[in-house]
């Protein structure tokens, strides 16, 4: 209920901002009538009465000024005449100006661009059913003081892994290599995966 | 007539509120009432109070109506709202909270 009422008030000082400050005028001035009748009261002249008032009145303008701060009119039409002084200095001075815009789209087009491919590497899930559960496994060996990542997986330790790695709902190894192809036309060489038959199962694709 | 003293920052708000609680009143008769019912010791000037006004309504506390006056011509007359009497309750323990402090203070050291 607060919220709305303050939301309209808010707009309605920034759209009919002439009204509001029009409403204020008469406002104050009925105040400065009110300080002059009571002066004249008092016994005054009217034009001595005019001068006390303004007197005890203090400054308008600067009273006007706070209302519309309060209202936060100040701060959206100063935005909007910050704006429009850039794009006046942006015309005016294309000197610099024109630099400054190259230079800007290039750098966020190198953005987008890096971007595009971190998204479409890192951040966007792989292309498999529930790719939330995928995860790599890598062979490392400790020997002594030694240890070594990515040590060859040899073919004693494949069931080692397959029968101990009760986390995982399938296990499989792969490995890459080449293949060179040959026939009736130049030989031709290829790259391969080598896998077991657990890796496409653990994907969740094809032979099942 | 001696310069009236300088309100304590938050508290004309806490006038103003607790001013137009009983009756919806314009400017005029909210400066009016504060310097007449406070024994003329506060006088709040209208640099001060139209700002204050504009503050609230922008804050939804009170709201405003152009109305006939006792002034015999329109006046902008301000209301509390319901929010704005929850504010009210709120600025006047507030109030009493530090008042009372103030007095302990003055009372014991």
């Known amino acids: 209920m607060r919220l709305r009422r303050v939301i309209l008030h808010r707009l309605r000082s920034l759209f009919r901002g002439s009204h509001a400050n029009a409403d204020l005028e008469r406002e104050i001035d009925l105040h400065f009538e009110q300080l002059v009748k009571e002066a004249m009261a008092s016994g005054m002249s009217e034009s001595e009465a005019r001068i006390l008032a303004r007197r005890q009145f203090g400054p308008v303008e600067s009273t006007k000024e706070k209302c519309r701060d309060m209202r936060r009119v100040n701060l959206i039409e100063n935005f909007i005449r910050d704006v429009r002084y850039a794009l006046r200095m942006i015309r005016t001075k294309p000197g610099f100006s024109v630099p400054a815009l190259v230079s800007l789209a290039l750098g966020i087009g190198a953005n987008i661009a890096i971007f595009s491919v971190v998204n479409a590497v890192l951040i966007r899930?792989?292309?498999?059913?529930?790719?939330?559960?995928?995860?790599?496994?890598?062979?490392?060996?400790?020997?002594?003081?030694?240890?070594?990542?990515?040590?060859?997986?040899?073919?004693?330790?494949?069931?080692?892994?397959?029968?101990?790695?009760?986390?995982?709902?399938?296990?499989?190894?792969?490995?890459?290599?080449?293949?060179?192809?040959?026939?009736?036309?130049?030989?031709?060489?290829v790259a391969t995966v080598t896998m077991t038959h657990g890796v496409l199962r653990a994907l969740g694709v094809g032979l099942g | 007539m001696p310069k009236p003293s300088d309100l304590l920052q938050g508290t004309l708000d806490l006038l103003i509120l607790k001013t137009i609680a009983r009756e919806p009143l314009h400017g005029w008769g909210i400066a009016k009432r504060i310097q007449v019912l406070s024994g003329e010791v506060l006088s709040v000037g209208q640099g001060s109070l139209y700002p204050?006004?504009?503050?609230?309504?922008?804050?939804?506390?009170?709201?405003?109506?152009?109305?006939?006056?006792?002034?015999?011509?329109?006046?902008?007359?301000?209301?509390?709202?319901?929010?704005?009497?929850?504010?009210?309750?709120?600025?006047?323990?507030?109030?009493?909270?530090?008042?009372?402090?103030?007095?302990?203070?003055?009372?014991?050291a």
């Open chain 1, 125 to 189: 899930p792989l292309p498999y059913p529930e790719p939330e559960k995928l995860v790599g496994v890598f062979n490392s060996a400790a020997f002594a003081s030694l240890f070594i990542k990515d040590w060859p997986l040899t073919l004693e330790m494949y069931p080692t892994y397959k029968e101990n790695a009760q986390s995982f709902e399938e296990f499989g190894v792969w490995t890459v290599g080449a293949a060179i192809v040959t026939g009736v036309a130049d030989p031709e060489q």
């Open chain 2, 52 to 108: 204050a006004l504009h503050r609230l309504e922008q804050q939804g506390w009170i709201e405003a109506e152009w109305k006939d006056s006792d002034l015999g011509r329109l006046a902008k007359v301000y209301s509390l709202t319901r929010a704005g009497r929850k504010q009210l309750e709120r600025e006047l323990n507030t109030w009493s909270r530090l008042s009372s402090a103030v007095q302990l203070l003055i009372q014991t």
